[in-house]
């Protein structure tokens, strides 16, 4: 059987990449893939301890499913947004969306 | 012992099985090697049914339109799949300066798996399936988005405008078209309680075409949208975009493209007739587990009949219409039939009679009543999309000569 | 649902269609009245099915219907409120449905639904009629409708929640706050045309005058939850031990007991509220309002509860008595309300509007009803109040439906008499048969007509009361008052309905449409029948024939072995002559006035003229109170409180300020401040944040590298700094 | 070392491949590409952990529609669909040291738990119970209110999303 540290691991190497990705790419679109990554990493975190410690219950697989919903919600919203700064902007590089600028 | 007529797959499961060990294979790989068979087995027959498919479909399209069909190629035409297949096999592959490799090569096969996908689960007859699973359902609108992520890639890949707006085309109308069909999937599963493909089925003592006849009707017409197909085919309308995600394609690319609309359209009457009108289930089966396969089949026929009377019989929808037809009819129509499930389906579990009669009819109403309705909302004017043309005048030239 | 959640609701619906009129429906009409209607039919639903559930009930009043929910932490305990339906609230909700669906049924045809709007109303100001010009080309004036038509309904649906909440509240504070709820209500209700002065004066009137009786209730009901340390009916009032124990303690105060005390208190938000004598001046005033408002106040809620709540605190007047010598308490409600009942009536006999005779007889009757709780006798009382309810709202709602007729008799013979004034009216028999003949039942039903009317079984049974339990005076006092209540109601309805037109206007006037007149039937026969469910045993021929019920299922309230039993027939004789006698002499006397004529009550001479300006009380209260209260915030307050002392020391002050002010910004201001301090710190300020400018470069990736980076490092540090030891 | 371990470090493998060169690759399509090869796999390590029904959730909704619409975003934005320059921030050396930092801290805290190395029991015969998902999911004493503010949840991102992305009025 596989122990539950290779699940850890492996999530936890995952979240890094999408860290990465959201903090290092310069397309809007890219930084919201790295967030579906990192969204995955914690589903099967979840999924893994549901396996490992709480398979009696059904609290994990609910977590995941609100998570599943969320990062929907997330990427709906987070797509719209960048076509409509795309639009009006005529960009998707986040580094050049800096209204806030000082 | 199993009788021949019982499970002949298992039969000859167990003769390969005796075989191998007897070869001296350790069991596991043996295992594996009849899993692998299986599989291949699986995916190989409806590849080789699909030419069938194709002749019969060219058959009824030309009775459709009055005409022949294919006649020429052996008694009644039937080789002519044969002849294109050869002349497909023969074609050379072109692949377009600047594609996108990957995705371009890719596209066809996606395509073709995500079809073959489906009949993994799909139970033939009572013992006869792919694998239990028991989230067939949700298995099964997976592989519907596999379809779609093809069709993309191919937009994609082959670097061509009017390939992207199919590819563009592909995504909007697959992914609206997926909201009634899921919901109109759940009735069932509501109905059976299990997202098992064949434990819907066991549960369908009535076909549950006459329990949710609306849910049924929003999942033939979602299902046919999904495979692309008239009168949903804007995915490679030729007439406005050359045809779509497949401009480029050719030799036996294309062919991959064009038997996975075929097989797809098949399957979509297997899913519909496994679903709403009972499977394998039929009299007699409990003996002769293997009519059901017959009975199967025969329900198969007849809806993938009425798939090509659809295709041949109704002009090719304008996009907003098809869009429209989606969002103001079909998904408020799936939500109501979803609502009236749940409220009528377990208060009347216990008699089945009259849960059926009641479903009956109030499916009937609500459609009846939201039909109306959209009649009202709706009306069908047309969008004016350019100025009309003047017609042609008789020029000066021709007038004085005469 | 269960019974109790049912009772929860009862009040519910009227709140609700106030809300909604009040912030939606406020501008069309119709749903206005449809919404309270459709509230107030709910309550009556509700209130129909909790009343027949309550009398099915095995011994209500040991195990009412109802339940409680902690509201107020007090301390370490908890200030419970909840719902409870004993006898006496059922009863009470019975009456007060009835009486409250049909006002509201009524109030649609009183403020001319369908008619249309008038040519010159504005809101504040009772409709004016409207001109109809016909195709013809010849006009005429119709009755036009009311501008404030929601707002009225908004109004009353509040008034019927307050009641509502009062009747099924399980203790004296709920009580009291829909007993405020309704003070406010009455209070708009009465100055509901507040384009007129008189309308405003009234209800300014109204307002404090019961605030009066209220200040000292609400201190009867502190020293009640002090002493007790519960408001709850059952666990404070119907308590006996505890209410002995404070029937014995002493209060210190006039030698009274602690129970005599309280009792006393409480009885005098009483007398505010149902206007019994010191405090009766606000409800005649109270006619300024819209008739159904009157009805509203006067029989089916505010008056009644104040004598609700009186017969609810009645353990508590009561306690210490042993059937003979009355508590102090009791003494007192006995003597007020036997007064009262006297001293109004006297005022109702000359008094030539319509509606403030009623008004009169209504304090006349109330007094009946505390005097009958004064002489112990508690079934009587609440039996009256639920009769007087009925026949009461029954008279005020007809007298309405006959000024509605006259005014409309006015508009169309442009003869400009008030329409209220008996003498403008006479021989309206024939113009308006139903409300002729259900006025005459109410009249009847009032004057205790004997054996049919509702009026005579309950007035028999205080008289009785207060004959055998010794009470002579009382008795007595009670029975004049009855024959003159016989008296006044024979020459109202004589000088109204009997006899010729006197004016143009009482010629034309004519009968109202159904949604008028059904309620008015619809009343006259609980005003007949009300009276069957409470036949005394002992009455000669018919006793027995229906069983007493009302008598056993509210005597069950309380153990009365006091309650007198019908020994002699002197009272039912009594009651036999004065009602009888009283008729028949108003009837001879007022037979028929010809137009013009004097009253003949003016005979009386002296007499007469002290009744017709009510003993002078508001002209008394007026001088004694009003004007020195006025000359003290006039004069004293204002010009030499306000302008010499307070106004001298605020600008003295204001000066000081001002220039020490000057003189400061002169001197320190602007040297030190603005040249030192604020120029340096600005620049300072400036060159700051030119040097972190950068920092903020506007990107959100860098801002979350850095926050991530932050997380990093305090958590690594964290988990090597203390972490260990707890994994 | 059993077929199902190599099963997980070969999807493992694939899965962090995946990821890498999608947070890494010059087009911005192939990272789209390479995220739904990711997601994928991430469906298989699902399916290690005997959760079918999240396996197959995961394929519908992330590469049948998140996946897909992202897809759809890069076809709308095509100028940064062709643009091939550098697809990384001046910063992304902090970012990589950061996220280096944080895989480490991770790695430390859970290798100094306790229950690392857990071994899994077998799911008793029901399997993953969906039955028992499915109520927890209504559940009063379950899970009702999260339950419903998910669903508000997606109703506010449709509506939000539709708003945001439709044209600006007066254009």
């Known amino acids: ?102 | 012992m199993t009788l021949w007529y019982e499970d002949p797959i298992k039969l000859i499961a167990n003769w390969l099985f005796g075989l191998m060990l007897g070869w001296g294979m350790p069991v596991d790989t043996a295992n594996f090697v009849l899993t692998l068979l299986g599989a291949a087995f699986l995916g190989v027959v409806p590849l080789l049914f699909c030419i069938f498919l194709i002749w019969y479909e060219r058959k009824l399209l030309g009775r459709i339109q009055d005409r022949f069909g294919p006649n020429r190629v052996g008694p009644w035409g039937i080789f002519q799949p044969f002849a294109d297949m050869l002349k497909i096999f023969i074609k050379e592959f072109i692949t377009p300066q600047g594609a996108d490799v990957v995705p371009y090569n890719l596209a066809p096969i996606l395509s073709v798996a995500s079809v073959l996908l489906i009949w993994a689960v799909v139970p033939f007859s009572m013992t006869m399936m792919g694998v239990n699973l028991n989230v067939g359902l949700s298995f099964i609108i997976g592989c519907g988005g596999l379809g779609l992520l093809a069709i993309i890639l191919a937009g994609y890949g082959s670097n061509n405008k009017y390939a992207l707006l199919g590819g563009m085309r592909a995504v909007a109308q697959l992914i609206s078209y997926e909201v009634p069909m899921v919901m109109s999937l759940l009735v069932p599963v509501m109905l059976s309680g299990s997202l098992g493909v064949n434990d819907i089925v066991q549960k369908q003592t009535v076909p549950y075409i006459i329990l949710a006849p609306v849910a049924a009707l929003i999942f033939f017409i979602t299902s046919v949208a999904e495979s692309g197909r008239a009168p949903f085919d804007l995915v490679e309308a030729e007439s406005e975009i050359v045809a779509g995600f497949n401009t480029e394609y050719s030799g036996l690319k294309f062919g991959f493209f064009f038997v996975a609309e075929f097989l797809h359209a098949f399957t979509i009457s297997l899913l519909f007739s496994t679903l709403f009108l009972g499977g394998w289930r039929g009299p007699f089966t409990d003996q002769v587990p293997l009519l059901g396969f017959v009975y199967l089949v025969v329900k198969t026929f007849i809806v993938y009949f009425l798939v090509i009377l659809f295709r041949g019989s109704l002009p090719r929808f304008r996009i907003d219409q098809m869009m429209d037809l989606n969002w103001k009819l079909l998904t408020p129509l799936s939500l109501v039939t979803l609502l009236i499930t749940a409220l009528l389906a377990n208060p009347l579990s216990g008699m089945p009679l009259l849960q059926a009669v009641a479903l009956f009819l109030v499916n009937l109403a609500a459609l009846v009543v939201l039909m109306s309705w959209a009649e009202r909302k709706m009306p069908r004017k047309r969008k004016i999309v350019a100025k009309t043309r003047p017609l042609a005048t008789p020029n000066q030239q021709d007038q004085l000569s005469a | 649902m269960t019974i109790q959640n049912l009772i929860w609701l009862i009040p519910l619906p009227p709140l609700l269609a106030f809300g909604i009129i009040v912030l939606f429906t406020n501008r069309w009409k119709s749903v206005s009245h449809s919404v309270a209607l459709a509230g107030a039919g709910l309550s009556w639903l509700a209130g129909m099915v909790v009343f027949f559930r309550a009398v099915g009930v095995e011994n209500l009043a040991e195990n009412p219907l109802g339940s409680a929910i902690d509201w107020l932490p007090t301390g370490d305990t908890w200030l419970q409120i909840g719902v409870v339906i004993d006898p006496v609230s059922a009863v009470t909700l019975f009456f007060v449905a009835w009486t409250i669906l049909m006002i509201f049924v009524y109030s649609i045809g009183y403020h001319n639904f369908g008619q249309p709007a008038g040519d010159h109303d504005h809101p504040g100001m009772p409709p004016h009629g409207a001109t109809i010009r016909e195709k013809k080309g010849g006009m005429h004036q119709v009755m036009s409708i009311e501008p404030m038509y929601s707002r009225f309904f908004a109004l009353i649906s509040l008034f019927a929640f307050a009641m509502y909440l009062l009747v099924v509240s399980d203790n004296l504070l709920a009580l009291y706050i829909g007993w405020e709820i309704m003070g406010f209500c009455s209070y708009m209700l009465i100055g509901f045309w507040y384009g007129k002065i008189s309308a405003r004066n009234a209800a300014v009137k109204a307002f404090l005058t019961t605030r009066i009786g209220d200040v000292f209730m609400l201190l009867g009901l502190v020293g009640l939850y002090s002493a007790t340390g519960s408001l709850n009916y059952r666990a404070a009032l119907m308590n006996t031990e505890l209410m002995e124990k404070l029937a014995t303690t002493s209060s210190g105060v006039l030698g009274l007991s602690v129970a005599g005390l309280l009792g006393i208190l409480i009885f005098i938000g009483v007398v505010g509220k149902s206007a019994q004598f010191p405090l009766h001046v606000w409800l005649p005033d109270a006619m300024e309002g819209p008739t159904p408002v009157s009805a509203m106040i006067h029989a089916a809620t505010m008056v009644s509860a104040g004598v609700y709540l009186a017969i609810r605190v009645f353990p508590l007047v009561s306690a210490g008595w042993d059937g003979h010598a009355l508590t102090p308490a009791m003494t007192v409600m006995a003597f007020i309300g036997s007064f009262t009942a006297l001293f109004a009536a006297t005022i109702a006999l000359a008094q030539n509007d319509i509606k403030r005779v009623l008004a009169y007889s209504t304090i006349s009757q109330l007094g009946y009803m505390i005097a009958a709780l004064g002489v112990g006798s508690f079934v009587a009382a609440t039996f009256h109040l639920v009769t007087h309810a009925f026949f009461k709202a029954l008279l005020f709602l007809g007298s309405g439906s006959v000024i509605h007729g006259m005014e409309h008799g006015v508009l169309h013979t442009h003869d400009k008499v008030d329409p209220q004034d008996m003498f403008n009216m006479g021989g309206l028999k024939d113009k308006m048969p139903f409300t002729f003949w259900t006025f005459l039942i109410g009249g009847f039903a009032l004057s205790g007509f004997p054996l049919i009317t509702a009026g005579f079984w309950s007035k028999d049974e205080i008289l009785s009361g207060s004959f055998n339990g010794g009470q002579i005076l009382v008795f007595a006092t009670l029975a004049l008052s009855a024959l003159l209540t016989a008296f006044y109601t024979m020459r109202q309805i004589s000088l109204t309905f009997l006899g010729q037109p006197r004016t143009k206007a009482a010629e034309h006037a004519s009968e109202n449409k159904p949604v008028m007149t059904a309620p008015l039937v619809v009343l006259a026969v609980f005003a007949v029948s009300a009276g069957w469910v409470g036949i005394p045993k002992g009455f000669p021929l018919l006793g027995g024939l229906i069983p007493n019920w009302f008598h056993e299922f509210v005597g069950s309230m309380l153990h009365l072995e006091h309650e007198a039993e019908h020994g002699s027939v002197i009272p039912l004789l009594t009651s036999l002559v004065v009602a009888l006698g009283g008729l028949l002499l108003g009837w001879l006397v007022y037979r028929n006035i010809p137009a013009g004529a004097k009253d003949p009550m003016e005979k009386l001479g002296i007499l007469y003229k002290v009744f017709k300006y009510k003993y002078g009380i508001d002209e008394l209260y007026q001088d004694v109170f009003i004007r020195p209260a006025v000359w003290i915030s006039e004069v004293f307050s204002y010009k030499i409180v306000d302008k010499l002392i307070l106004d001298g020391i605020i600008e003295g002050i204001g000066k000081a300020a001002l220039g020490f002010g000057s003189a400061l910004r002169k001197y320190f201001d602007l040297p030190v401040i603005n040249k030192g301090l604020t120029d340096g710190s600005s620049m300072a300020v400036r060159k700051s944040g030119e040097a972190i400018r950068p920092v903020q470069s506007g990107r959100v990736q860098d801002y979350m590298l850095v926050a991530v980076a932050l997380v990093v490092i305090t958590g690594l540090v964290g988990y090597y700094l203390f972490g260990r030891g707890g994994m | 070392m059993s077929g199902l371990q190599i099963a997980f470090l070969l999807i493992g493998a694939i899965t962090l491949f995946a990821a890498v060169i999608t947070v890494s690759s010059r087009k911005i399509m192939h990272a789209a590409l390479w995220l739904i090869l990711a997601l994928g796999a991430v469906a298989a390590v699902f399916a290690t952990l005997e959760a079918g029904f999240f396996a197959a959730i995961q394929i519908a909704i992330y590469v049948g529609a998140i996946a897909i619409l992202i897809i759809f975003a890069v076809m709308l934005t095509r100028r940064a669909m062709e643009d091939s320059g550098p697809q990384l921030n001046s910063t992304w050396p902090a970012a990589l040291v950061i996220s280096a930092g944080v895989l480490t801290g991770l790695v430390i805290l859970l290798s100094s738990w306790g229950g690392f190395e857990t071994r899994s029991m077998a799911l008793p015969p029901t399997g993953e119970n969906i039955a028992a998902l499915g109520t927890a999911l209504v559940d009063m004493n379950g899970y009702v209110v999260p339950f419903e503010v998910a669903s508000l949840l997606l109703i506010a991102a449709l509506v939000g999303a539709i708003f945001v992305a439709s044209e600006p009025k007066g254009k």
């Open chain 1, 1 to 102: 059987m596989i122990p539950l540290s290779w699940y850890l691991i492996f999530a936890a190497c995952l979240f890094c990449v999408g860290l990465y990705g959201v903090m290092a790419r310069k397309n809007a679109i890219a930084i919201l893939m790295g967030v579906e990554l990192m969204l995955n990493a914690v589903n099967v975190n979840l999924l893994a301890f549901w396996r490992y410690l709480w398979f009696t219950k059904v609290d994990g697989q609910v977590f995941v499913a609100i998570v599943l919903v969320a990062a929907a919600a997330e990427a709906v919203v987070g797509l719209a947004l960048i076509i409509s700064a795309y639009r009006r902007r005529n960009t998707v590089a986040a580094e050049e969306m800096d209204m806030l600028k000082g």
